[in-house]
């Protein structure tokens, strides 16, 4: 089995800060790519960002240049750094790792339970 855990949610103000982190946790050999998707109430779930397990990102148009993916593959961990947030980053957000290694064989489309981000004054 494996798990992916978010933390870091909250209340923020417009133009604030907020540093999402999401821990996978199992007998996990490897994670390919790993992301963050966000769902407002009554929209679709969307695309935050992504980063394979090489490093490479990929930013949706209305955080690019607000907020920053990175990972850690020893622990391993995905953050998201999110800058100057607006209401409209007001959502439940997701973490997701696309595909895992367990053993010899893979586990597809792993998600975590999400976490709360309120950007309000």
């Known amino acids: 089995q494996v798990q992916l855990v978010e933390s870091g949610g909250g209340l923020v103000q417009p133009g604030g800060s907020l540093r999402l982190s999401c821990a996978a946790s199992?007998?996990?050999?490897?994670?390919?790519?790993m992301g963050w998707y966000r769902q407002a109430p009554g929209k679709q779930r969307e695309l935050v960002a992504t980063?394979?397990?090489?490093?490479?990102?990929n930013y949706a148009d209305s955080v690019k240049g607000r907020f920053t993916i990175s990972r850690d593959n020893a622990k391993p961990t995905v953050y998201l750094q999110m800058n100057n947030l607006r209401p409209e980053d007001t959502a439940v957000y997701f973490c997701?790792?696309?595909?895992?290694?367990?053993?010899?064989?893979?586990?597809?489309?792993?998600w975590g339970q999400g976490t709360q981000v309120t950007v309000s004054s």
């Open positions: 997701n790792a696309n595909r895992v290694r367990i053993g010899i064989t893979w586990l597809y489309n792993i």
């Open positions: 199992g007998s996990l050999r490897s994670i390919d790519t």
């Open positions: 980063i394979s397990s090489g490093g490479s990102t």
